[in-house]
């Protein structure tokens, strides 16, 4: 049982956990067993003691198949295999080799992110009940504790069981489990105690484990932003000069590691997670709880380390606060990402009234949008509330609202006094824009888990990184989204749209160079070995289609150095200087388009393992979609240029969606998808032949874009949203602080 004046119980409530006890490690195992396959399961030392954040980063993240700190582990479903085999191996020893599969187990299987439980070893499940006095726990047992995986911390009453009040409580998502203790919640935790020797802790407070569980004592913790997944470093923190009882919980941690279970060890910093061996260190170490605001440490966490000079000094400071409102209030990321995206949109309305009113109302709310936009993160951060789902959406809405604002903004145009037409500026702002993150996510994804890593460019930029003020220079330089935004605001409140799209094209164009420039530099000073992850990765960024494929597979070769890119340039030249030249109605683009097709399937003919082939999927965009500009703006065909937004705006979607699906682990969307809309050539040559054969009609140029646009909007859409919705992914969040 915990000792005597122990919060616990109090705490795992708190968090939503349903906690259940057991006398010994045996009894552990069997309530281990009796939880229903699809909740995640967790273990935590009844002597434990530590702040409740330090809990919550360690049993409540979603993100990870098992996480762990000091005396405190849980799994998900994916991971009560390795889970059983540990339990097993722990409770008769030598009878289980913990690297060896039983081949007659068959462990639970279930979704991920189903409820969870928590079993803590000796632990009383009457919250606040006093276990024996003193600091010692007795030798093993165990509690067990469930919870809705859905919502992070939806808690009930239940018969018997103490209702914590906490910043969930309020939480809509309430549904009783069975147990006389129970409080529904996102994980699970149980304590298992267990007597031992005691392990030295730093005087620094972080604690390294050794594959047994023993503190080693030199202290040494992971990097700033690491995530070691190893038995060898576990980041925690104590009280200075206390020493630590060894702690069974820490013993089946490693076990997990052994078995090939990645065990995610969070940052702590200087929060407590301790298990004190006596009365002595725990009273040290109570007093290093109460040293330190937790809130406080929460909050700041909740703003990413890395982020655009505009967004970290003039919108972080207060929105971190506005994300623990909508916490306390039972809100969640997705409902404040779907808010930034109504204001963005009201905005982009406003603009399109075209009066210097609209105008400034429509700065004030892109403002105000791009507020919510930080907040959604924050607030996923601040409360663990990590979805496949919700990364989509954040990723997927910025763009949205972005575009949908460059539409306002061109309606405003045209509706102000001299009816300026700015469609052509608008949509080479949106083709900008979107080439410019294709080049981010190739690049990124080609060299994600590339080894040899290295370059003298990237050296420089490292050496660079110790100056203070040029770290926020080269942020500022590539124009992230605050800095974007909010020169877009400023401008449209005191400018007008023309002058707007002026200024944020040379921006973005600048940025692309700046960008492109030092990333091609590093690729070329680099000694890396591209893994087969990353070759499949930018295979399907290439969106090829049909005709792409049927040149590949006739013109088969080897992995050549520069070749890919060399045939990805020479047909994007040919196809946007053909147009250009043969201008619209013509059939010199339509040939141009069908030589780039042949140039495409060469260029994708042999895996993309060469140190420029991440070139290859931005070359593609920016070929498809200059078409598309070029031959909407040569047209003077009414409605041509918003209808070739439309298209733009549609494919681009499609794009967008292939790189979060990377992202998240999932690949890309079915092939039968991409091969229905005909892949980025065979669009290309679609376009360039509806040009030529209805050049001489009036509004056929228009209705053909639209039709396009409206059927790949649908067929991209309704696969999208099916995915997402029912994807069983792993939760992610962007963690890079990568400005977008």
């Known amino acids: 049982m915990p000792v005597v004046g ?15 006890t057991a006398a010994d490690a045996a009894g552990v195992t069997e309530e281990f067993a009796a939880v229903p396959a699809h909740e995640r399961v967790a273990l935590v030392d009844p002597r434990f003691v530590g702040h409740v954040h330090a809990l919550r980063l360690a049993l409540t993240d979603p993100r990870f198949p098992a996480a762990a700190t000091r005396g405190a582990l849980t799994v998900q479903p994916e991971a009560r295999t390795a889970l059983t085999r540990a339990l097993a191996a722990a409770t008769h020893p030598g009878e289980t080799d913990p690297g060896e599969t039983d081949p007659g187990e068959t462990a639970p299987a279930g979704a991920a992110g189903g409820p969870e ?101 030199d202290g040494s913790a992971p990097a700033p932003g ?27 941690a490693a076990r997990l590691d052994a078995e090939g279970v990645p065990v995610h060890r969070p940052e702590l910093g200087v929060l407590v997670a301790a298990v004190p061996a006596d009365a002595r260190e725990r009273a040290t170490a109570a007093d290093a709880v109460a040293a330190v605001d937790d809130e406080r440490v929460r909050l700041r966490a909740a703003v990413k380390s890395r982020d655009g000079f505009f967004t970290t000094f003039c919108i972080s400071p207060y929105s971190r606060y506005i994300a623990r409102w909508c916490a306390r209030r039972g809100l969640t990321p997705n409902q404040v990402t779907t808010a930034s995206l109504l204001t963005a949109l009201i905005a982009a309305a406003c603009a399109a009234t075209g009066t210097r009113p609209g105008f400034v109302s429509a700065g004030v709310l892109l403002i105000a949008s791009f507020v919510l936009d930080c907040t959604d993160g924050q607030l996923a951060r601040y409360s663990l509330q990590y979805s496949t789902l919700g990364a989509w959406l954040d990723a997927t809405f910025d763009r949205a609202k972005e575009y949908a604002y460059y539409a306002g903004l061109a309606l405003g145009a045209a509706r102000a006094g001299g009816g300026d037409d700015v469609w052509a500026l608008a949509l080479g702002a949106m083709v900008l824009q979107t080439c410019r993150h294709v080049v981010d996510f190739a690049f990124n994804e080609a060299n994600h ?17 110790s100056v203070g003020w040029t770290v926020w220079a080269r942020r500022m330089i590539v124009l992230p989204i605050g800095e974007r935004w909010a020169m877009i605001a400023v401008l449209t409140a005191f400018t007008t749209p023309r002058i707007t799209f002026y200024a944020l094209l040379i921006g973005c164009a600048l940025a692309a160079c700046y960008t492109t420039a030092g990333r091609v530099l590093r690729s070329l000073t680099r000694r890396a070995e591209r893994t087969d992850r990353a070759v499949r990765a930018l295979a399907e960024l290439t969106d090829s289609g049909p005709l792409a494929e049927a040149v590949a597979k006739a013109a088969a070769r080897g992995a050549g150095s520069y070749l890919a890119p060399l045939s990805a340039v020479l047909g994007a030249a040919a196809v946007l200087a053909g147009t250009a030249a043969g201008g619209f109605g013509s059939w010199l683009p339509v040939g141009c388009a069908v030589l780039y097709a042949v140039l495409a399937g060469v260029a994708v003919a042999a895996p993309l393992k060469g140190p420029l082939d991440w070139l290859v999927p931005p070359l593609f965009r920016a070929a498809e979609y200059g078409t598309i500009l070029i031959l909407a703006a040569r047209s003077e065909v009414n409605g041509a240029l918003p209808a070739a937004f439309g298209l733009v705006a549609a ?83 962007d963690e890079t602080g990568e400005p977008a």
């Open 449 to 465: 888990d590339a080894t040899g890593n290295t370059s003298p460019t990237a050296a420089l930029s490292g050496r660079l990184d």
């Open 226 to 252: 690491a995530h070691p997944s190893g038995a060898a470093t576990a980041p925690v923190a104590a009280a200075p000069g206390a020493t630590g009882a060894h702690s069974w919980v820490d013993d089946i």
């Open 117 to 217: 439980r928590a079993a803590v070893p000796g632990a009383d499940a009457r919250d606040g009940d006093a276990g024996p006095s003193g600091g010692d726990a007795g030798p093993s047992g165990g509690a067990v504790a469930s919870g809705d995986g859905h919502r992070l911390g939806a808690t009930v009453r239940a018969p018997g069981a103490v209702h914590a009040s906490g910043e969930y409580a309020g939480s809509p998502s309430r549904t009783r489990p069975s147990g006389a203790a129970t409080a529904l919640g996102p994980s699970g935790a149980t304590a298992l105690d267990s007597s031992g020797t005691a392990a030295a802790l730093d005087p620094s407070g972080a604690t390294t484990l050794d594959p047994a569980g023993t503190a080693a004592a």
């Open 651 to 733: 494919v681009a979607y499609h794009h967008y969606d292939t790189v979060y699906r990377i992202r998240g682990g999932t690949g890309a969307p079915p092939h039968r998808l991409v091969r229905a809309i005909g892949g980025h050539e065979g669009r290309t040559v679609v376009v360039t032949a509806a040009a030529a054969l209805l050049h001489d009609q009036n509004q056929g140029f228009t209705i053909a874009l639209t039709a396009l646009a409206a059927a790949l909007a649908l067929a991209v859409l309704i696969e999208s949203i099916r995915f997402w919705v029912s994807s069983g992914a792993p939760a992610v969040h």
């Open 6 to 20: 122990s919060s616990l119980g109090d705490d795992l409530r708190s968090l939503g956990f349903d906690v259940r």
